[in-house]
């Protein structure tokens, strides 16, 4: 050990005793100050001296995950022109390298000007982890640092734990940007946090100083969120089967978003499933000009539903990245494991006081089977800020979602769910039953239960069309079956267990709750196997139990976009020229405000087992997260 180590090593504990402001620094000749910017205004400078060494929600440095793909150099295939691997795929991105090609997504730092420090004094800069890379502007002296985040990639050098700074450089103070190289994903194995050190070596002396910077949390958006483009899928080639359905889908979505809205298709895969095959979440941290933000798509826990590749293949570029679950979790194309079974509660302060800043997400256990761990232990490792898990029960579900009975929906009035911004909607059989029964009393008990008046060929992915109810059924008939009736009871069952778990968490009253008429049909036969060749929920029936789907296009699973939602057309009974299950859906949602856009996805989606959230994704707006 060489004697300025072990000078170095004594005087530490005394040095990070020390608190971090000038006056402390006053007894020695060298006094290496490292700042960055832990009051979060965007900048670095004196007024990030103090408490640089305790991060908390509240304040210390943020920097990115910086996996975008800036100058798309990404490759998605091999020099054979095959198709990397899932690892492979999204092992590339703007921090797997060692250049800085993407300066306005990398933290800013820099250490203070030492003035009088001696000429033979060197400097090395290094961080405690290999997860996080550190540039230094070699652009000049008096490096201009609030024009950092516009700088090139050119003016940038990697700093190795090797390379000394000369005393001109640590006179005139080093200008730095720091980036994190993956995401976190086992807080047990790294939280994010990382100390980067200043140390200086004269000849007679040797002092360190630290800063500790955290890597922003990943979070999923919430409805709350104003949107920023629809996603959805594009009907594909004349060989897929669902392309004419498909067409017609895009094309009444298309109509009903406007021009006003940015919709974009995946257009590699016919898999229709937008919601399912990735969950859009986003990185943010502070910068001169507001937030400074990255998207982060993560591909759904699926690994051979290859419709998840797109998240690399064709959406990943200039600030946008992607999160791929790691091997040996989430194998194969479990239902379990789609988007749809995570959506997000809107931020709020829970009943035992718990402040979820960013809101929590949800998920769906199957009873004894819980989501992939690779997504879950993701989402549970994003720390303080983050939005660790809430599980709910989806395997009485065929398919087993949670967008398939509950939604999230603003609500800013004083009277819905006051001081909340936001209130819950759920799927709910006995408004259902209640309004046919009315209808039927009301003499029109022989009218047809379904409306649906178009085609209904089936094709091979047309797994849930039912002929008998849509043709052939009256209000009347539907009221007298009986297992009809019981599927819905155990549904609602479900439903009210469910609620009551969210009930327990969100301050909301039960009067708040919007209660959106929906039934459901029991399907509780083995679904056909996913284009990998496996069964979509490996989990079991439990003993007893039964698997339902809805019977009329369910309203719940529907697009929120601000004040009004893009929701299935319930072709309900209809009387004098009027649809009573959609006016009593349209009622529900008036309660909030919300308008509601009906099209028509029958056959494109439901009698496949989803509706129009299913289909569909959306990138909302990216927003602080720190207090
Ligand atoms: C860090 O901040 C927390 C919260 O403000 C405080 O409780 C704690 O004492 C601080 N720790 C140090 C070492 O300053
Ligand atoms: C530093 O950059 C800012 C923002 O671009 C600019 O306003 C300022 O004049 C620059 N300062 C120097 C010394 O170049
Ligand atoms: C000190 O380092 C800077 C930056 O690398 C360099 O431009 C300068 O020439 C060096 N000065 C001396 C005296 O070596
Ligand atoms: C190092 O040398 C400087 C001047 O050369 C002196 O002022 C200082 O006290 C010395 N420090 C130590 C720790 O010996
Ligand atoms: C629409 O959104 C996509 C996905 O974010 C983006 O790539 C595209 O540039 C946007 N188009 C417009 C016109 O904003
Ligand atoms: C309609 O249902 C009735 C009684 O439930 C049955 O007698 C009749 O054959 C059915 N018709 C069709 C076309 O399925
Ligand atoms: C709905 O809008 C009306 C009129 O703008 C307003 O008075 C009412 O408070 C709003 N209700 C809700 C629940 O937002």
């Given at each position: 050990m060489s004697v300025s180590l072990r000078r170095l090593l004594h005087l530490l504990p005394s040095l990070s005793s020390?608190?971090?402001?000038?006056?402390?620094?006053?007894?020695?000749?060298l006094c290496p100050r490292i700042l960055a910017d832990t009051n979060r205004d965007g900048l670095v400078n004196?007024?990030?001296?103090?408490?640089?060494?305790n991060w908390t929600l509240d304040r210390g440095a943020i920097f990115l995950p910086?996996?975008?793909?800036t100058a798309g150099r990404?490759?998605?295939?091999?020099?054979?022109?095959d198709p990397l691997s899932n690892a492979e795929l999204s092992q590339?991105?703007?921090?797997?390298?060692?250049?800085?090609?993407?300066?306005?997504f990398a933290a800013p730092l820099s250490t203070s000007p030492i003035?009088?420090?001696?000429?033979d004094a060197i400097g090395h800069i290094y961080a405690d982890s290999d997860r996080v890379r550190i540039f230094w502007?070699?652009?000049?002296?008096?490096?201009?640092i609030t024009d950092h985040f516009s700088s090139?990639?050119?003016e940038w050098a990697l700093v190795d734990r090797q390379l000394t700074f000369n005393a001109t450089s640590l006179r005139n103070g080093v200008t730095l940007a720091l980036d994190g190289?993956?995401?976190?994903?086992d807080s047990h194995t790294w939280d994010g946090q990382v100390r980067v050190f200043f140390e200086i070596e004269a000849r007679n002396e040797t002092a360190r100083d630290f800063v500790i910077l955290k890597q922003a949390p990943v979070l999923l958006h919430h409805h709350l969120q104003r949107p920023e483009a629809v996603l959805s899928t594009a009907p594909g080639?004349?060989?897929?089967?669902?392309s004419t359905w498909q067409t017609y889908f895009i094309q009444q979505l298309r109509d009903t978003l406007g021009v006003g809205t940015n919709l974009t298709l995946f257009h590699?895969?016919?898999?229709?499933w937008t919601q399912d095959f990735f969950e859009p979440a986003y990185a943010s941290m502070p910068g001169p000009r507001g937030p400074i933000t990255l998207r982060i798509l993560l591909r759904s826990?699926?690994?051979?539903?290859?419709?998840?590749r797109q998240v690399f293949t064709?959406?990943?570029?200039p600030g946008i990245g992607g999160f791929q679950p790691a091997l040996g979790?989430?194998?194969?194309?479990?239902?379990?494991?789609?988007?749809?079974n995570i959506e997000t509660i809107p931020p709020y302060t829970s009943?035992?006081?718990?402040?979820w800043h960013n809101g929590r997400a949800i998920t769906g256990k199957h009873f004894g089977k819980l989501p992939a761990e690779a997504m879950v232990q993701f989402l549970q490792s994003q720390?303080?800020?983050?939005?660790s898990p809430l599980f709910l029960e989806t395997?009485?579900?065929?398919?087993?979602?949670?967008d398939e009975f509950v939604q999230f929906l603003p609500s800013p009035s004083e009277t819905m769910a006051p001081g909340l911004g936001f209130t819950i909607a759920v799927a709910d059989t006995r408004s259902a039953l209640e309004l046919l029964h009315k209808v039927q009393a009301a003499g029109?008990?022989?009218?047809?239960?379904m409306s649906y008046d178009g085609d209904?060929?089936?094709?091979?992915?047309?797994?849930?069309?039912?002929a008998e109810f849509v043709l052939n059924t009256t209000i009347s008939d539907l009221l007298l079956d009986d297992k009809l009736l019981s599927i819905n009871s155990y549904a609602q069952e479900h439903i009210d267990d469910n609620l009551a778990i969210l009930l327990k968490e969100i301050p909301?009253?039960?009067?708040d709750i919007l209660r959106v008429p929906v039934l459901f049909r029991d399907v509780t036969f083995s679904l056909p196997a996913t284009p990998d060749g496996?069964?979509?929920?490996?989990d079991q029936v439990k003993p007893g139990g039964r698997k339902v789907m809805s019977l009329?296009?369910?309203?719940?699973n529907s697009l929120v976009l601000e004040k009004r939602c893009i929701a299935p057309k319930l072709w309900g009974p209809v009387i004098d020229g009027k649809d009573v299950l959609a006016q009593a859906v349209l009622d529900v949602y008036a309660k909030v405000n919300m308008s509601v856009a009906f099209i028509d996805n029958?056959?494109?989606?439901h009698a496949r087992g989803g509706e129009v959230h299913c289909g569909t994704n959306t990138l909302r707006e990216m927003e602080r997260w720190w207090l």
């Open positions: 020390l608190g971090s402001s000038l006056e402390d620094c006053s007894s020695i000749t004196d007024l990030d001296r103090d408490d640089r060494r910086n996996i975008g793909d990404c490759p998605v295939v091999d020099l054979a022109g590339c991105h703007d921090a797997s390298g060692d250049r800085l090609l993407s300066p306005r003035p009088d420090i001696s000429p502007q070699h652009g000049g002296v008096g490096a201009n090139l990639s050119d190289r993956e995401l976190v994903t080639n004349n060989n897929n089967p669902g590699q895969d016919v898999d229709i826990a699926q690994s051979t539903r290859l419709a998840g064709q959406l990943r570029g979790s989430g194998f194969g194309y479990e239902e379990i494991n789609s988007g749809g009943r035992v006081g718990k402040v720390g303080d800020g983050g939005q395997g009485w579900l065929a398919v087993g979602h949670v029109h008990g022989d009218i047809p239960a209904i060929t089936p094709d091979e992915r047309t797994l849930f069309l039912d909301l009253r039960d009067e496996l069964p979509p929920g490996l009329f296009p369910n309203a719940v029958y056959m494109s989606h």
